[in-house]
């Protein structure tokens, strides 16, 4: 792979904060782009093919990213591959090991990759994906990650690297956790982070909201949680959740395109320029022309519901495709004037902070 086939492929013409994707064959990178930015399904992925050269992945939620995927042969020591290049302004390089296999060469190699990285972005944030976890037991996951943690730090110091930003998260496309790992790897890029998250902490202690999450509807990233603490099965239930608000306004959504003859509606086309990247599922395309149009957003999505369990779910769209999704007890329920009441700043808040983002 040349240079100019590296940087042919969109590096510097994305937006940024971008993500670098690496790590060796076979480990799972493609399946990890597939399955999170294009909606393939887990198994689908038994099918993919080798990656030969770079591809990027864009997403726009409430800041854009650029998702670039190098593939697992790329050598450093080539001359003709720019380090400098790659890596001076990307945010993170997310390296994926399949912990199913042997990993030793794996980390050999991501040894040799975080000098690169590092020296040429002292800051970038190195997140390692320990991959396939869904094929290791609870005993063997942990396992796994203390002994690559160990060895990646204590290489890391044996070269005198003491201040590596480094991260490493249990994955598998086959759960929740790729995205849950995701979405820590994207809030370090936010840099409204800090102010997100205490917009989420006030909106929770003012309307008796257990825990409340900004998802980016299309990925399911979640941008920002409040500081109450986070487990897995409520993010899952929270992720469901948004796939069955989204399957249901699909089946009630109303067609709001113009009649044939009729003028255009100014307000539709200036709502889908906010949304054109996050109107999947907001209306269904009941045209029955020969060319498929372009389908403007209806209303935003919401709905609220009530688990066995008594907890209530409510999920409304704010900004930018994403979705505020809360939970509360029953007993806030008769005071969900004043929860939508506040939610509404929460709103303004977001969209303030959007525009002067
Ligand atoms: N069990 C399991 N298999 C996975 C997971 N993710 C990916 N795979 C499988 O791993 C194999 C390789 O995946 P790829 O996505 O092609 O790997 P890659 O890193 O892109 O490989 P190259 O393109 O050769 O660099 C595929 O058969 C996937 O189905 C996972 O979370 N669990």
């Known amino acids: 792979m040349s240079a100019e086939e590296l940087h042919g492929h969109g590096f510097g013409a994305n937006p940024s904060p971008r993500i670098v994707m690496m790590g060796l064959r076979r480990g799972g990178k493609s399946s990890i782009c597939q399955v999170m930015f294009h909606n393939m399904q887990p198994l689908d992925t038994l099918y993919i093919e080798s990656t030969t050269a770079p591809t990027t992945s864009v997403f726009s939620s409430f800041i854009d990213f650029a998702v670039m995927e190098l593939p697992g042969q790329i050598n450093f020591t080539d001359a003709m591959i720019d380090a400098e290049r790659i890596f001076s302004s990307c945010g993170a390089l997310i390296y994926v090991i399949d912990s199913q296999d042997e990993y030793i060469n794996a980390l050999a190699n991501l040894h040799s990759i975080i000098i690169h990285a590092v020296n040429a972005n002292p800051t970038i944030n190195i997140e390692v994906f320990i991959h396939k976890v869904d094929g290791l037991s609870e005993d063997f996951r942990l396992d796994a990650q203390r002994d690559i943690t160990q060895r990646v730090t204590d290489e890391l110091l044996d070269d005198g690297l003491v201040n590596v930003s480094i991260s490493f998260h249990l994955t598998s496309i086959f759960d929740h956790s790729i995205y849950e790992a995701f979405s820590r ?114 209303r935003p999505i919401g709905s609220t519901s009530r688990l066995s369990n008594g907890v209530i779910l409510y999920l409304q769209q704010m900004v930018k495709g994403l979705a505020l999704v809360c939970l509360m007890r029953k007993e806030s329920m008769p005071k969900i004037a004043l929860v939508e009441y506040n939610i509404e700043f929460f709103r303004d808040a977001l969209e303030q902070l959007w525009l002067i983002g």
């Open 185 to 298: 790897v994207v809030q370090k890029l936010i840099p409204q982070l800090a102010t997100l998250e205490n917009l989420l902490n006030v909106l929770c202690q003012h309307s008796g909201i257990d825990k409340a999450f900004l998802f980016d509807i299309g990925s399911k990233i979640f941008v920002a949680t409040d500081s109450s603490p986070l487990d897995i099965p409520t993010y899952e239930i929270c992720t469901d959740f948004i796939d069955i608000t989204v399957d249901m306004n699909n089946l009630y959504a109303v067609d709001r395109r113009p009649k044939s003859g009729s003028r255009t509606d100014p307000n539709a086309n200036s709502n889908n320029n906010n949304n054109n990247n996050h109107n999947n599922g907001i209306a269904v395309n009941q045209n029955t022309t020969d060319r498929p149009e372009p389908i403007p957003p209806g």
